[in-house]
């Protein structure tokens, strides 16, 4: 096919395109909104800020080892039970850490980052507040017994913020008109695939027989 024959089939039928794509992005809106009213998932991140005391290359290489152990310390059973007796929440350690958190450290900027998810925003950020809180008080203690040229600090960087982080409206959205565009797409060439054998204008016969049409019998009525 030429792409003026394609550009003839979207002009044609492009309405039916631009329909679908409508009915389903607009489906995915409203289904984003209906489940953000019903079962909403807000995330709330805070990072803390491992800082050794002496600016130096040792103390640094040793606050970059002694991340990933602090990472460790933290995304365990016993930091979630703290957690839970702190907050009062009902639900084991085990569904905290794997439903609702998640720890990870960026030995880049030396901060631990800690996300935490759950259908009440002001829950997630106390969940993620104490649990960041939990780190600074151990590293409070540990430095009681270290050398002040020693220690290495844990400093919450800022308060904990929460953002809706499911249902994903403009993102369902886009991708439903997407989807609708391209399930219209493939109504159309395949309708057109279908009648490509009906010959209805002198452009038909001129394009499937590559030859020129010099006259036509007019119908029956004129």
Do not use: C
Request: glycine share 6%.
């Amino acid at each position: 096919m030429q792409l003026q024959h394609y550009l003839r089939i979207l002009w044609r039928r492009g309405w039916l395109i631009v329909l679908l794509a409508l009915i389903t992005a607009g489906s995915a809106f409203g289904f984003s909104k209906i489940q953000e009213q019903r079962n909403p998932v807000y995330k709330s991140t805070i990072k803390v800020l491992i800082q050794p005391a002496r600016p130096d290359l040792g103390a640094t290489e040793a606050s970059i080892r002694l991340l990933n152990s602090y990472v460790s310390w933290l995304d365990s059973n016993y930091r979630a039970q703290e957690v839970i007796d702190q907050l009062q929440l009902d639900m084991t350690p085990s569904e905290l850490r794997e439903g609702h958190v998640r720890i990870a450290g960026d030995t880049l900027r030396f901060v631990i980052q800690i996300d935490v998810e759950h259908e009440i925003g002001d829950v997630a950020n106390d969940i993620a507040r104490t649990w960041a809180e939990l780190l600074v008080q151990w590293r409070n203690e540990q430095n009681e017994t270290q050398r002040r040229e020693d220690r290495i600090e844990a400093i919450i960087i800022d308060d904990p913020r929460y953002v809706l982080d499911s249902p994903k409206t403009m993102i369902n959205t886009l991708a439903g008109a997407i989807l609708g565009a391209l399930i219209g797409g493939g109504i159309v060439f395949t309708l057109e695939y279908l009648e490509a054998g009906i010959v209805r204008t002198p452009g038909d016969v001129e394009r499937f027989l590559d030859l020129a049409v010099l006259g036509a019998i007019p119908p029956a009525d004129s």
